[in-house]
């Protein structure tokens, strides 16, 4: 028999316990919170801010000024008195954005029409091909940097956003080919073989069964290679030099001139630079995990 | 050998062969072309820059010196330092985001008010562009207006700002910090995806065993994410090793060369001083190591997985 005294020492007990977890918890989940935010919350704060502010010692870490100053600047046009880097930011962002979205449809194009040979279609050497373009993924870009580095000199394409495009093909193309033949693996062969009994070609199954259900496998395989070439730095910071071509990522590193930099106009091209990717995060976040944990790897 | 499977093939009234591959040549052949032309093409090319005394410093004269380039690597103290640098810097990193990255995944997986919410933040870090992250740890190490320095003035930690990242040691560790901040969300996201897997009823089990929460995690969680364990180790060993961006940003490979890692060597060898045979070789050893790690990986990817 149970003693009232008893009884209600263990539910003391257990609510005791629950509290303490509550506050373990709690304060994790709170350390985490700051872990994750407060780096680029303090990014954020520097775009707002005016110099005076940043510079003191210590500096504001809420600002009593907030400014919108940096952020129109950079997309007034003819603007004098601002550093070149930051009155050509726009222009970057555009080739950013240009350079992205073809390389985006390329590599969708033609990664899906391999993937589909891939998964599907039977010939020699299949497995060790697609093994091989698996592996080339892997190698740092740095060894085929000296051999294009020629090649595009001749094909006069240094500087231009059609040799961007070119170069980030060697990254996104594996890795596509990769991710979307597991994709259209997981559609059953049944479906399609049902369509190819009603008379559609095998590349007619391709447009009209295999893609329309590997939707979302194209998506998150858009974002990867989207936000792949967003990221892109290496390339860029080799073979562009003005900004016909320069992308966001190697402008942004400019703002550090040679004499002063302009702490709130590089923290402003910061965050321009990082809202499309977070943006597309955000709204795509399950797409993205799916394809991380599907394949592996960013780019 | 043996001639006798094609000759039976002959008597069977079939296609030829290359009609039925014509399908899959046409569909792999656009990505083919380019990818020979984009990487297969360049890395012979590479290979066989690497046997030559290629200075476009000197374009006049080209020698052929075989494997000289490879010798005086292996000579190099500065190149050996820069891989002893590279190796540094993966080690701690991964180690670093193998170690956060289980802990919370272990901790988003519980059930708690908050556990959405931050489920989802938990993307930002990873979103955000890699060289953006690189600028953002710069300006809060900065060594005049640092927020770094801000924050351990105003709790007393130090009396006056430091110029972190003029010490060696420590602009490594800020540099390593910088990366960990970046990359740990990947981590995150490859173990959460392995926690979602284990079937609960195995846990439902245990506890009628009467095994604790610690046994069943050493018994039950952490072999059921080994294939997760393997490709995380893998995957962030291989891209730590080539890491370039961030410490061109952040110290440019300084201060006296304390964070030149192995691809920056290569690429200030090759491109400032312009030594394009003896950065051939060098790229080719760094990529020869980074492809046997990438070999061990598809094994283990290939490899299957056993409940």
Redesign the interface.
């Known amino acids: 028999m149970n003693r009232p005294g008893q009884n209600m020492n263990r539910q003391s007990r257990r609510k005791a316990r629950n509290a303490m977890r509550s506050a373990a918890i709690f304060v994790a989940g709170l350390a985490l919170f700051i872990a994750i935010v407060a780096p680029y919350a303090w990014l954020v704060i520097s775009s707002i801010s005016h110099a005076s502010e940043l510079t003191s010692v210590p500096p504001h870490w809420i600002p009593h000024r907030p400014t919108l100053e940096k952020f129109i600047q950079m997309f007034t046009p003819d603007i004098r008195g601002i550093s070149e880097t930051a009155a050509m930011f726009k222009y970057a962002m555009l080739n950013s954005a240009i350079v992205a979205i073809f390389v985006t449809i390329i590599t969708l194009i033609a990664a899906s029409l391999a993937a589909y040979a891939f998964a599907r279609l039977t010939f020699p050497g299949r497995d060790q091909l697609l093994l091989g373009i698996v592996a080339v993924r892997m190698l740092p870009a740095i060894s085929i940097m000296i051999a294009l580095y020629v090649t595009l000199t001749k094909l006069g394409l240094l500087d231009t956003k059609l040799g961007l495009v070119l170069l980030y093909l060697s990254f996104t193309l594996p890795f596509a080919i990769w991710i979307m033949t597991g994709f259209f693996k997981t559609i059953p062969v049944e479906l399609e073989e049902a369509a190819r009994i009603d008379g559609a070609s095998r590349l007619g199954a391709l447009f009209h069964i295999v893609l329309p259900l590997s939707a979302p496998g194209l998506v998150s395989t858009g974002i990867f290679v989207f936000m792949a070439s967003w990221d892109e730095f290496f390339y860029p910071l080799i073979f562009t030099s003005t900004y016909l071509a320069k992308p966001v990522p190697v402008a942004i590193t400019e703002f550090a001139g040679r004499h002063a930099i302009d702490y709130p106009a590089m923290a402003a091209g910061g965050v321009l630079a990082s809202i499309p990717p977070l943006v597309l995060a955000f709204i795509f976040q399950r797409y993205i995990i799916s394809g991380l944990t599907a394949g592996g790897v960013k780019g | 050998m043996s001639f006798e499977p094609r000759e039976s093939r002959a008597t069977m009234p079939r296609q030829s062969p290359w009609k ?2 014509q ?3 046409s ?2 052949l ?3 072309i ?2 020979g ?7 012979l ?2 290979f066989f ?1 690497s046997f030559f005394r290629y200075d476009l410093t000197m374009p006049w004269s080209r020698p052929f010196v075989g494997l000289g380039n490879y010798i005086d690597m292996f000579k190099n103290r500065e190149f050996l330092a820069s891989v002893g640098r590279a190796a540094y810097f993966t080690a701690v990193s991964v180690s670093l985001e193998v170690v956060l990255g289980l802990l ?1 995944a272990l ?1 988003l997986n ?1 059930k ?1 008010r ?1 556990q959405a919410f ?1 489920k ?13 992250s690189a ?3 710069k ?2 190490y900065d060594a ?2 640092g ?1 770094l ?3 351990l ?2 709790l007393g930690f130090i009396e006056k ?1 430091q110029p972190w990242l003029t010490r060696p040691l420590t602009a490594m560790n800020l540099i390593i910090m910088a990366d960990v ?1 970046h990359q740990t969300p ?1 981590v995150v ?2 173990f959460l ?1 392995a926690l979602s897997t284990i079937p609960a009823p195995l846990y439902e089990a245990a506890k009628v065993d009467g095994a604790g929460v610690v046994n069943a995690f050493f018994k039950i969680t952490l072999p059921l994410m080994k294939p997760a364990f393997l ?1 995380v180790l893998v ?1 962030r060993t ?2 730590a090793f ?1 890491i ?2 961030i410490i ?2 952040i110290t440019g490979g300084g201060p006296a060369n304390a964070t030149q890692v192995v ?1 920056y060597y ?2 200030v060898e ?2 400032r001083y312009l030594h ?1 045979g003896n ?2 070789a060098q ?2 050893v ?2 020869l190591f ?2 046997l ?3 061990v ?2 094994k283990l ?1 290939n490899a299957k997985v056993e409940y």
């Open positions: 039925g591959y399908l899959a040549i569909l792999i656009p990505s083919l380019l990818l032309g984009i990487i297969l093409y360049p890395i090319n590479n820059i919370i901790f519980q708690f908050g931050l989802t933040l938990i993307i930002l870090p990873w979103a955000v562009p890699t060289v953006v600028i953002m740890w300006w809060i005049n207006y927020a320095n801000g924050i003035l105003q700002y901040w990947f996201f490859i995806a490709i995957i291989m891209e080539r370039f961006d061109y940003v691809t290569t690429y090759t491109f394009l950065g051939a790229s080719f760094v990529s980074i492809m790690l990438s070999i990986y598809i990817l």
